[in-house]
C-alpha cells in the first residue's frame, strides 16, 4: 500500500538474515533519443537494520545503482561487469517497525544524473547486498529547453550541454511575415531554461505584430516599413481595399508629389489667390495677395505672376515683354507680395498670379488663377516705423505706436495692421483697423516671434506696408499659477541631512600628481627595516613578481601574517613606479573592508609591499572551493563588508573601476577586504580586461555601459561592478554571462537584459543587482544606502526566504525619497513630499500630476521634472517585479 493506502507494484527483496547477497534487477533498455545526461529518480522503501532483531553484520541498509550504454537491446542477456555503477544509493527515511504496525511507509525520493551518454540506449541496473528494500518507481528522464517564440523568431526544442556552465547558443527563425533585424539567439541552460534573449525578428511591410504573430493590416489600414510598430489607418484622402497593405492609394483627384512620405495625406492643387490689391507710387507697383482659401492639404505652396499688357479691348492682350522687373522674382514666389518695376506710365497690366504647391504638376486642367489689372497712374508713398512699448502691459499682449505721415496731400481714412506668426510665414495673418497711430494687439501666445507691419488707407486706397517688425512675446509658463501658492511648502526637516557626506573624511590623492612618486610612496607608506619581515613561502605570482605569505615583526615585537609582494629584478623605472604606485594609493586608507597596508620596502633590494595577510586568498576562488556551503546570511555578510569598504572609497572620492571577486581578498574570519589598487594598472593587469574600440582595456563583464563606452567611471559605475559582485558572490563564483563573449554581453546589456538570479538567490538580492544595473547611473543606489539595505536584510532575515518575486520586503523602502530628489535636482521639495505621506518609492510611484501639485509643486517646469521622473520609476518598479528571463 501506498501512503494513500493504495495498492502498489513494487520490486522487494529482503535477505537480511543471510550473509553475502548479490541480487540485481535490470530494467528493459531504455532508448536514449536527444538525451546527453539522463537523470534517473528513484522512490523506494528502505527498513531499519535496527528495527530487525539478529541481523545485525547482515543487514545492510543501502543498494547499488548501475548503468550500461549500448546500441541496441540485449534481450534477456545480463552480464554485471558490463555495467558501470552511478552511485550507493540510502535511505533519507528508513522504516522500523513500528511504522509498519501503523501501516506507514516511508517512501524516500533520490536523484542521479548518468551522462555524458552517447550510445541509442541504455540499462539501468540494481544490486542489492543484503538490504531490506521495495522500489517503488524509477523514472528515467531527460531536460531540453522547450520550443519557444520569443521576439518573434521561434527556437526549437534544444537539448543542454552536459557540462552545467557553458551554454548552447540557438539561433531562431523568424515567424511567418517576420525578417531579421539582428541575428535572434537564446542560449539554453543545462536546466532547461533559456536565457539571455538577443536580437529579435520585426514584422514586414504590411504586417504588424500582436501575440507574437505578425498579422495582415486590414482593409483602411497600412504599415509602410519593417518594424514592430503598429498598421496605420490610411492617411486621408487615400484608402486601401486588401489586406497587407505597405502604401495606401489616393482618392480621385488627390495625389502624392514624388518626395512625399507614405504617411502622408494625399493632397491636391490650392485654390487661386484671393484678394489681390496693389499699390502704386512713381517706380514701383506692389502686387499684394492673401493666400488661398484651400491650400489642398500642403504647405509647400508657392506664387507665379503672368503679366499681359492689354489695350482698350479685353482681347488685345500680349505678354508683356522683358523689360517688366519683378522683385524678387517672377515665379516660385513664397510671399504674398511682389514688387514691378520699370513699368510704362499710362498702360494697362493684367497680372495673373497662379497658387502652386507640390502637386499641381499631377493636374493638366487650367490653373487656378486671380487676375488683376492696374493702369499705372500715381500713387502716394508714405513710410512708418512701427515701435512697441517696453511696458508691455501684457506678456500676450504688445503696445505699438508709429508717427503720422508728415507730407500727405491725401486724408488718413485709418491704419491698418497685419501681424502674423513668423514661423507660419504670412500663410495666415491677422489684421486690425485703428484709426490713431497707435493699437494694443492682444491674445498673442506665449514664446511666440511675431511680425508686423502696418499700412495706411487714404482716399486714394492703401499705401504700401511698412518695413517689417519682430517682436517675441515672452514665456509665461512660469506665471501660471498664483505666486501665493508658494507659501506651502514647508521648511526643510533635518531628516535629510542625513544623506549629506560624513564630516571630517579624509580625500584621496592621486600619487601621480606628485612630480617624484618616491614622494607619494613615502607620504602614505611606511619604511619597513627588511630585517624584520621573514618570507615563508610563495602563494602565487603578481605582475610585478611573486607573492608570497610571511611574517612581520611590528615594532611592538608581537609577530603577525602578512602578504609580501615583490617586485622581481631587472625593472625599469617605470615598472617600479607603477608596483609602488598600488602602496601609495593602499596606505592612504584605512578602514576594516580595505586591505591593510603594512608598510613598504623601497631602499633595498627586493623592492616589496607588505600587507595584512587574508588567510582564504582571493573571493572568487574561495567560493568556488566551497560551492554551496554557507548560509545566505553568511553570504549577505560577506556582501555588506565588500559594500561597505567601497563606501568608504567613494567617500574619499576614490573609484575603483575593476571591483570583481577576484580582487576581493577573504580572511579567516570570512572578512572580505577590496583590493587590487592601482587605477589603470589595475586594469592593464586584470587578465580579465579586454581592449574596448575606445582603446582602453576593461573588464567588459564587470563594467558599467557608459564606462565601456566612454570611460565614465565613477563611483556609479563601481556600484554596477558591485551588482556583479553580488551575482558571483550568490552564484558562488559562477562566471558573469557564462560563456557567453563580450561583444554579446555588451550587446544584450544594450538591448536590456540583466543577469537573472542565481539558484537560491532571495529576491530582495536580485532586486538590489538590477538597482546597480540601471542603465540610468543617476539611478544606481549609493553605497551608504546598499550598506543600511544589507544591514537591514541581516537584522530582518526573514526578509531573506522569499526566492521568488511575491511577498518580499520592498528593496525601495530603504532608498529615501530625499536621494531621489536629489538626483533630480528637486531636493527642496523633500519636506513637502514627507509632509504629504509620500514617505517611500512605491507611494511616489503611485502619484498622479494632481497629487504633484497638491503637494505644494507651483512651477510648471518642475511639475514637469516631477512627472517624468516618476514614470520612468513606475517603469523601474515594473521592471524589478516582473522582468525574469
Ligand atoms: O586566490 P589566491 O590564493 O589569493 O591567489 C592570489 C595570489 O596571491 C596572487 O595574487 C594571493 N594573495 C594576494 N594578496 C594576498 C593577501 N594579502 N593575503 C593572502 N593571499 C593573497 C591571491
Request: contains cysteine.
Given at each position: 500500500?501506498?501512503?494513500?493506502?493504495?495498492?502498489?507494484?513494487?520490486?522487494?527483496?529482503?535477505?537480511?538474515?543471510?550473509?553475502?547477497?548479490?541480487?540485481?534487477?535490470?530494467?528493459?533498455?531504455?532508448?536514449?533519443?536527444?538525451?546527453?545526461?539522463?537523470?534517473?529518480?528513484?522512490?523506494?522503501?528502505?527498513?531499519?537494520?535496527?528495527?530487525?532483531?539478529?541481523?545485525?553484520?547482515?543487514?545492510?541498509?543501502?543498494?547499488?545503482?548501475?548503468?550500461?550504454?549500448?546500441?541496441?537491446?540485449?534481450?534477456?542477456?545480463?552480464?554485471?561487469?558490463?555495467?558501470?555503477?552511478?552511485?550507493?544509493?540510502?535511505?533519507?527515511?528508513?522504516?522500523?517497525?513500528?511504522?509498519?504496525?501503523?501501516?506507514?511507509?516511508?517512501?524516500?525520493?533520490?536523484?542521479?544524473?548518468?551522462?555524458?551518454?552517447?550510445?541509442?540506449?541504455?540499462?539501468?541496473?540494481?544490486?542489492?547486498?543484503?538490504?531490506?528494500?521495495?522500489?517503488?518507481?524509477?523514472?528515467?528522464?531527460?531536460?531540453?529547453?522547450?520550443?519557444?517564440?520569443?521576439?518573434?523568431?521561434?527556437?526549437?526544442?534544444?537539448?543542454?550541454?552536459?557540462?552545467?556552465?557553458?551554454?548552447?547558443?540557438?539561433?531562431?527563425?523568424?515567424?511567418?511575415?517576420?525578417?531579421?533585424?539582428?541575428?535572434?539567439?537564446?542560449?539554453?541552460?543545462?536546466?532547461?531554461?533559456?536565457?539571455?534573449?538577443?536580437?529579435?525578428?520585426?514584422?514586414?511591410?504590411?504586417?504588424?505584430?500582436?501575440?507574437?504573430?505578425?498579422?495582415?493590416?486590414?482593409?483602411?489600414?497600412?504599415?509602410?516599413?519593417?518594424?514592430?510598430?503598429?498598421?496605420?489607418?490610411?492617411?486621408?484622402?487615400?484608402?486601401?481595399?486588401?489586406?497587407?497593405?505597405?502604401?495606401?492609394?489616393?482618392?480621385?483627384?488627390?495625389?502624392?508629389?514624388?518626395?512625399?512620405?507614405?504617411?502622408?495625406?494625399?493632397?491636391?492643387?490650392?485654390?487661386?489667390?484671393?484678394?489681390?490689391?496693389?499699390?502704386?507710387?512713381?517706380?514701383?507697383?506692389?502686387?499684394?495677395?492673401?493666400?488661398?482659401?484651400?491650400?489642398?492639404?500642403?504647405?509647400?505652396?508657392?506664387?507665379?505672376?503672368?503679366?499681359?499688357?492689354?489695350?482698350?479691348?479685353?482681347?488685345?492682350?500680349?505678354?508683356?515683354?522683358?523689360?517688366?522687373?519683378?522683385?524678387?522674382?517672377?515665379?516660385?514666389?513664397?510671399?504674398?507680395?511682389?514688387?514691378?518695376?520699370?513699368?510704362?506710365?499710362?498702360?494697362?497690366?493684367?497680372?495673373?498670379?497662379?497658387?502652386?504647391?507640390?502637386?499641381?504638376?499631377?493636374?493638366?486642367?487650367?490653373?487656378?488663377?486671380?487676375?488683376?489689372?492696374?493702369?499705372?497712374?500715381?500713387?502716394?508713398?508714405?513710410?512708418?516705423?512701427?515701435?512697441?512699448?517696453?511696458?508691455?502691459?501684457?506678456?500676450?499682449?504688445?503696445?505699438?505706436?508709429?508717427?503720422?505721415?508728415?507730407?500727405?496731400?491725401?486724408?488718413?481714412?485709418?491704419?491698418?495692421?497685419?501681424?502674423?506668426?513668423?514661423?507660419?510665414?504670412?500663410?495666415?495673418?491677422?489684421?486690425?483697423?485703428?484709426?490713431?497711430?497707435?493699437?494694443?494687439?492682444?491674445?498673442?501666445?506665449?514664446?511666440?516671434?511675431?511680425?508686423?507691419?502696418?499700412?495706411?488707407?487714404?482716399?486714394?486706397?492703401?499705401?504700401?506696408?511698412?518695413?517689417?517688425?519682430?517682436?517675441?512675446?515672452?514665456?509665461?509658463?512660469?506665471?501660471?499659477?498664483?505666486?501665493?501658492?508658494?507659501?506651502?511648502?514647508?521648511?526643510?526637516?533635518?531628516?535629510?541631512?542625513?544623506?549629506?557626506?560624513?564630516?571630517?573624511?579624509?580625500?584621496?590623492?592621486?600619487?601621480?600628481?606628485?612630480?617624484?612618486?618616491?614622494?607619494?610612496?613615502?607620504?602614505?607608506?611606511?619604511?619597513?627595516?627588511?630585517?624584520?619581515?621573514?618570507?615563508?613561502?610563495?602563494?602565487?605570482?603578481?605582475?610585478?613578481?611573486?607573492?608570497?605569505?610571511?611574517?612581520?615583526?611590528?615594532?611592538?615585537?608581537?609577530?603577525?601574517?602578512?602578504?609580501?609582494?615583490?617586485?622581481?629584478?631587472?625593472?625599469?623605472?617605470?615598472?617600479?613606479?607603477?608596483?609602488?604606485?598600488?602602496?601609495?594609493?593602499?596606505?592612504?586608507?584605512?578602514?576594516?573592508n580595505?586591505?591593510?597596508?603594512?608598510?613598504?620596502?623601497?631602499?633595498?633590494?627586493?623592492?616589496?609591499?607588505?600587507?595584512?595577510?587574508?588567510?582564504?586568498?582571493?573571493l572568487?576562488?574561495?567560493l568556488?572551493?566551497?560551492?554551496?556551503?554557507f548560509t545566505v546570511i553568511q553570504l549577505v555578510g560577506m556582501l555588506r563588508g565588500i559594500a561597505s569598504g567601497v563606501r568608504?572609497?567613494?567617500?574619499?572620492?576614490?573609484?575603483?573601476?575593476?571591483l570583481?571577486a577576484?580582487?576581493i581578498?577573504v580572511?579567516?574570519?570570512l572578512v572580505c577586504?577590496v583590493?587590487?589598487?592601482?587605477?589603470?594598472?589595475?586594469?592593464?593587469?586584470?587578465?580579465?580586461?579586454?581592449?574596448?574600440?575606445?582603446?582602453?582595456?576593461?573588464?567588459?563583464?564587470?563594467?558599467?555601459?557608459?564606462?565601456?563606452?566612454?570611460?565614465?567611471?565613477?563611483?556609479?559605475?563601481?556600484a554596477?561592478s558591485y551588482g556583479i559582485v553580488m551575482w558571483e558572490v550568490m552564484s558562488y563564483?559562477?562566471?558573469?554571462?557564462?560563456?557567453?563573449?563580450?561583444?554579446?554581453?555588451?550587446?544584450?546589456?544594450?538591448?536590456?537584459?540583466?543577469?537573472?538570479?542565481p539558484?537560491?538567490c532571495p529576491?530582495v538580492l536580485h532586486?538590489l543587482m538590477?538597482?546597480c544595473?540601471?542603465?540610468?547611473?543617476?539611478?544606481?543606489p549609493?553605497f551608504?544606502?546598499v550598506v543600511?539595505f544589507l544591514d537591514k536584510l541581516i537584522?530582518?532575515?526573514?526578509?531573506l526566504?522569499?526566492?521568488?518575486?511575491?511577498?518580499?520586503?520592498?528593496?525601495?523602502?530603504?532608498?529615501?525619497?530625499?536621494?531621489?530628489?536629489?538626483?533630480?535636482?528637486?531636493?527642496?521639495?523633500?519636506?513637502?513630499?514627507?509632509?504629504?505621506?509620500?514617505?517611500?518609492?512605491?507611494?511616489?510611484?503611485?502619484?498622479?500630476?494632481?497629487?504633484?501639485?497638491?503637494?505644494?509643486?507651483?512651477?510648471?517646469?518642475?511639475?514637469?521634472?516631477?512627472?517624468?521622473?516618476?514614470?520612468?520609476?513606475?517603469?523601474?518598479?515594473?521592471?524589478?517585479?516582473?522582468?525574469?528571463?
Open positions: 500500500m501506498d501512503e494513500h493506502n493504495r495498492p502498489i507494484h513494487t520490486f522487494q527483496v529482503c535477505h537480511v538474515m543471510e550473509p553475502n547477497q548479490n541480487n540485481w534487477l535490470r530494467s528493459n533498455w531504455i532508448f536514449r533519443q536527444a538525451a546527453q545526461k539522463v537523470y534517473v529518480e528513484l522512490r523506494f522503501t528502505l527498513r531499519d537494520c535496527n528495527s530487525i532483531p539478529w541481523v545485525s553484520g547482515t543487514c545492510k541498509e543501502t543498494f547499488n545503482l548501475f548503468y550500461y550504454e549500448t546500441d541496441e537491446s540485449h534481450g534477456v542477456k545480463f552480464k554485471p561487469s558490463q555495467y558501470t555503477k552511478i552511485d550507493t544509493i540510502a535511505a533519507d527515511e528508513s522504516f522500523t517497525q513500528m511504522d509498519l504496525g501503523d501501516r506507514i511507509l516511508k517512501l524516500n525520493t533520490e536523484v542521479r544524473e548518468v551522462g555524458p551518454i552517447s550510445r541509442k540506449g541504455l540499462y539501468l541496473a540494481f544490486q542489492d547486498i543484503g538490504a531490506c528494500i521495495a522500489l517503488v518507481s524509477v523514472r528515467v528522464y531527460y531536460k531540453k529547453c522547450p520550443f519557444t517564440l520569443r521576439n518573434l523568431a521561434s527556437f526549437p526544442d534544444t537539448v543542454p550541454r552536459v557540462d552545467s556552465s557553458s551554454l548552447v547558443e540557438v539561433r531562431g527563425a523568424c515567424v511567418e511575415h517576420a525578417e531579421e533585424r539582428d541575428t535572434p539567439k537564446l542560449y539554453c541552460g543545462a536546466d532547461g531554461d533559456w536565457l539571455v534573449p538577443l536580437g529579435k525578428c520585426v514584422c514586414s511591410v504590411g504586417y504588424e505584430e500582436m501575440d507574437g504573430a505578425c498579422f495582415a493590416c486590414r482593409p483602411g489600414f497600412y504599415k509602410a516599413f519593417t518594424g514592430n510598430i503598429k498598421c496605420s489607418k490610411c492617411p486621408p484622402h487615400s484608402f486601401s481595399y486588401g489586406e497587407g497593405a505597405a502604401v495606401c492609394h489616393c482618392e480621385k483627384a488627390f495625389y502624392r508629389a514624388e518626395r512625399d512620405p507614405p504617411t502622408m495625406a494625399c493632397t491636391r492643387p490650392p485654390s487661386p489667390p484671393r484678394n489681390v490689391v496693389f499699390n502704386l507710387n512713381d517706380t514701383c507697383l506692389q502686387l499684394e495677395w492673401s493666400p488661398p482659401s484651400d491650400m489642398g492639404g500642403r504647405r509647400d505652396l508657392t506664387y507665379n505672376v503672368l503679366c499681359k499688357r492689354c489695350g482698350p479691348e479685353p482681347d488685345q492682350c500680349q505678354l508683356c515683354g522683358e523689360e517688366l522687373r519683378f522683385v524678387p522674382r517672377p515665379q516660385g514666389l513664397t510671399n504674398t507680395t511682389v514688387t514691378v518695376m520699370d513699368f510704362s506710365a499710362h498702360a494697362n497690366y493684367t497680372f495673373e498670379i497662379e497658387s502652386l504647391n507640390g502637386v499641381s504638376k499631377m493636374i493638366n486642367y487650367p490653373r487656378p488663377v486671380a487676375a488683376i489689372t492696374v493702369s499705372t497712374d500715381q500713387g502716394g508713398e508714405y513710410t512708418y516705423t512701427l515701435t512697441s512699448d517696453p511696458l508691455n502691459p501684457e506678456p500676450n499682449s504688445i503696445a505699438l505706436s508709429w508717427l503720422e505721415p508728415e507730407q500727405i496731400s491725401l486724408l488718413v481714412v485709418d491704419y491698418e495692421v497685419k501681424y502674423y506668426e513668423k514661423e507660419h510665414e504670412e500663410l495666415s495673418y491677422s489684421s486690425t483697423r485703428t484709426k490713431a497711430p497707435s493699437v494694443i494687439i492682444t491674445g498673442l501666445k506665449p514664446s511666440t516671434c511675431y511680425v508686423f507691419s502696418l499700412r495706411t488707407r487714404t482716399s486714394a486706397g492703401h499705401s504700401a506696408y511698412s518695413p517689417k517688425y519682430e517682436y517675441e512675446t515672452t514665456d509665461d509658463s512660469e506665471y501660471l499659477i498664483p505666486p501665493s501658492l508658494y507659501q506651502r511648502q514647508n521648511p526643510v526637516s533635518p531628516l535629510f541631512f542625513s544623506a549629506l557626506p560624513y564630516p571630517g573624511v579624509k580625500t584621496y590623492v592621486d600619487p601621480d600628481t606628485y612630480e617624484d612618486p618616491t614622494q607619494a610612496v613615502h607620504e602614505f607608506a611606511k619604511e619597513i627595516d627588511p630585517t624584520r619581515i621573514r618570507i615563508e613561502r610563495v602563494i602565487g605570482a603578481g605582475e610585478f613578481g611573486e607573492v608570497c605569505s610571511g611574517r612581520l615583526r611590528t615594532l611592538g615585537k608581537r609577530e603577525i601574517a602578512v602578504a609580501i609582494k615583490t617586485l622581481k629584478g631587472g625593472y625599469v623605472e617605470r615598472q617600479r613606479r607603477d608596483f609602488l604606485r598600488e602602496a601609495s594609493i593602499m596606505g592612504q586608507f584605512d578602514d576594516p580595505i586591505i591593510r597596508l603594512e608598510g613598504v620596502v623601497t631602499r633595498s633590494r627586493p623592492v616589496m609591499i607588505v600587507v595584512e595577510y587574508m588567510e582564504n586568498g582571493s572568487d576562488s574561495f568556488r572551493k566551497h560551492d554551496g556551503h568608504y572609497l567613494s567617500d574619499m572620492g576614490y573609484v575603483h573601476r575593476d570583481a577576484r580582487n581578498l580572511n579567516s574570519n577586504k583590493s587590487d589598487f592601482g587605477l589603470s594598472r589595475v586594469l592593464e593587469d586584470d587578465p580579465e580586461a579586454a581592449y574596448t574600440t575606445t582603446g582602453g582595456k576593461i573588464p567588459i563583464r564587470w563594467t558599467a555601459p557608459e564606462a565601456i563606452s566612454y570611460r565614465k567611471f565613477s563611483s556609479a559605475s563601481d554596477w563564483g559562477e562566471r558573469p554571462y557564462w560563456e557567453m563573449s563580450n561583444q554579446d554581453v555588451i550587446l544584450s546589456i544594450e538591448e536590456g537584459y540583466r543577469l537573472p538570479a539558484m537560491g529576491v532586486q538590477l538597482h544595473w540601471q542603465k540610468e547611473r543617476s539611478q544606481r549609493k551608504t544606502d543600511s537584522r530582518n532575515p526573514s526578509s526566504l522569499a526566492e521568488s518575486p511575491g511577498e518580499v520586503v520592498d528593496y525601495h523602502m530603504f532608498i529615501s525619497i530625499g536621494d531621489w530628489l536629489d538626483s533630480i535636482k528637486m531636493s527642496q521639495y523633500k519636506s513637502s513630499f514627507v509632509a504629504a505621506g509620500f514617505s517611500t518609492l512605491d507611494s511616489v510611484a503611485q502619484m498622479s500630476i494632481e497629487d504633484v501639485r497638491r503637494i505644494g509643486v507651483v512651477l510648471i517646469g518642475h511639475q514637469r521634472r516631477i512627472v517624468s521622473s516618476i514614470q520612468t520609476l513606475r517603469l523601474q518598479l515594473l521592471h524589478e517585479n516582473g522582468f525574469h528571463v
